[in-house]
């Protein structure tokens, strides 16, 4: 299984960005996707989830109304649009495949959000 991020970068607070995430050695349309963000010297956040079909979507609270997650089943991948960015919102950003028994972690990409 692999999980690869792309898409992130340096932009202005205010700014968009939208991450990718290309999936490849698993039944894509069977699992759920998440993004999930970590800063330096804290812990993994949760920021978003889609179920498998994309009829469910959760986001984080800090980000609800800024971020939106969706996918295309047919291209193996998951994005986050990333609206009204903050400096806050610097961090890795990673991406997960999982199912009730498994779990798979993308290598993440940087965003940073500064002026």
């Known amino acids: 299984v692999q999980l690869v991020e792309s898409g992130g970068g340096l932009v202005q607070p205010g700014g968009s960005l939208r991450l990718s995430c290309a999936a490849s050695g698993l039944t894509f349309s069977s699992y759920a996707m998440s993004w999930y963000r970590q800063s330096p010297g804290k812990e993994r956040e949760f920021v978003a989830v889609i179920n498998s079909v994309g009829g469910s979507i959760v986001y984080a609270a800090s980000v609800k109304g800024r971020f939106t997650i969706s996918r295309d089943n047919a291209k193996n991948a998951v994005y986050l649009q990333m609206n009204s960015l903050k400096p806050e919102d610097t961090a890795v950003y990673y991406c997960?495949?999982?199912?009730?028994?498994?779990?798979?972690w993308g290598q993440g990409t940087q965003v940073t959000v500064s002026s």
């Open positions: 997960k495949a999982h199912t009730g028994l498994a779990g798979y």
